[in-house]
């Protein structure tokens, strides 16, 4: 089974400081591991991905996810915040299935972090 | 359209009343998503559709939660005798590129927000 967890339900940033949504993931294998982001009323929007090869992963808006096998972690960072970052952020895992075999369709979410930007 | 296209944003409906939830996925998108998202969650898989054919459907919660993509395109979702439990965000995502080998991100539709009454 595979797993996901973000330990902190919201994250408070000042508008220009660094910040880190944190993210942890359980599977039988290797992962592969997504950021999305949410807007009030509407779907998912990709970020980034991990699939192999550079643990620093570059994305979308500036954002990056540095991955940890050790830890098996997975953290969201930007290096200076904007008041338009504020939303809910999702980090979501797979197994590769070339450890678990074709089926391995399903992405599995955690709960989910609201950052909020303060001006 | 550009992107993943549901309808309707907003249904409700009393409890025991049958729903159909449309998905229109990016044109050429081979793989198709159905997720439920109850408030303050993140998504739940609920099944996966390799152009017409439902590879997994291990998600859906009962036998009331029927999905069917015919041609291999546009996709319904279907509740039959809806109860409260069901009242949930019902998001859809497709993806390119077939089976699970795919290492490409799903991308998501603005979602149909259910409320059961």
């Known amino acids: 089974a595979q797993s996901v967890a973000q330990p902190e339900d919201q994250v408070n940033v000042a508008e220009g400081n660094p910040l880190t949504v944190k993210c942890t993931y359980s599977?039988?294998?290797?992962?592969?591991l997504f950021w999305y982001v949410q807007y009030p009323n509407r779907g998912l929007q990709f970020l980034l991905k991990y699939i192999t090869g550079d643990n620093l992963v570059k994305g979308s808006y500036g954002f990056e996810a540095e991955f940890n096998k050790s830890q098996t972690s997975f953290h969201l960072k930007k290096p200076s915040a904007l008041v338009s970052d504020s939303a809910l952020y999702f980090c979501a895992v797979r197994e590769n299935p070339r450890d678990s075999g074709a089926g391995s369709y399903q992405l599995t979410f955690g709960k989910g972090t609201k950052l909020s930007v303060i001006p | 359209g550009a992107g993943v296209s549901q309808s309707p944003r907003y249904k409700v409906a009393k409890r025991g009343q049958d729903v159909a939830l449309r998905c229109d996925p990016i044109s050429g998108h081979v793989s198709l998503f159905w997720y439920q998202q109850a408030l303050g969650q993140g998504p739940e898989f609920l099944t996966y559709f390799q152009n017409e054919a439902q590879l997994d459907k291990s998600g859906l919660p009962s036998d009331r939660f029927f999905a069917e993509r015919p041609e291999g395109s546009v996709s319904t979702l279907k509740i039959q005798r809806t109860q409260q439990e069901d009242s949930a965000v019902y998001l859809c995502a497709s993806r390119l590129g077939t089976g699970g080998n795919s290492n490409q991100p799903q991308h998501f539709g603005d979602g149909t927000r259910l409320s059961i009454l």
């Open positions: 599977v039988s294998g290797n992962p592969y």
